[in-house]
């Protein structure tokens, strides 16, 4: 399974921007998607995860209200809307892709996340 990443760039504070996740490959063998991102000398963290049939999403705290992950089956393709963009959205976001069916509680977990895109750099600029 391969994943590319697309759609970061700079954004004012408050705007908007939308993440694609393209996979190729075997995707059948993915039960899940997430999106995780990764600042400057932070840890990466989770921020959306969804499973491929779009039937259970699940979010980070910190955006939750804000961002919203969606998949294209058609497409093979996952998204991840933000609105409402803060400074501290700043960071390399990431697309995963979840092959065994774990709870959603393990969704956070980067270490179950066998397939990885190379990340997109999105900036907001206060």
């Known amino acids: 399974v391969q994943l590319q990443a697309s759609g970061g760039g700079l954004v004012q504070a408050g705007g908007s921007q939308r993440l694609s996740c393209a996979a190729s490959?075997?995707?059948?063998?993915?039960?899940?998607m997430g999106w995780f991102r990764q600042a400057p000398g932070k840890e990466r963290q989770f921020v959306a995860g969804?499973?491929?049939?779009?039937?259970?999403?699940y979010y980070a705290d910190s955006v939750k209200g804000r961002f919203t992950i969606s998949t294209d089956n058609a497409k093979s393709t996952v998204y991840l809307q933000m609105n409402s963009l803060k400074a501290e959205d700043t960071a390399v976001y990431y697309c995963a892709g979840l092959s065994g069916m774990f709870s959603i509680s393990n969704w956070p977990d980067a270490r179950n996340y066998g397939y990885w895109g190379q990340g997109t750099l999105v900036t907001v600029s206060s």
């Open positions: 969804i499973r491929w049939d779009g039937a259970t999403r």
């Open positions: 490959g075997r995707t059948r063998s993915i039960y899940a």
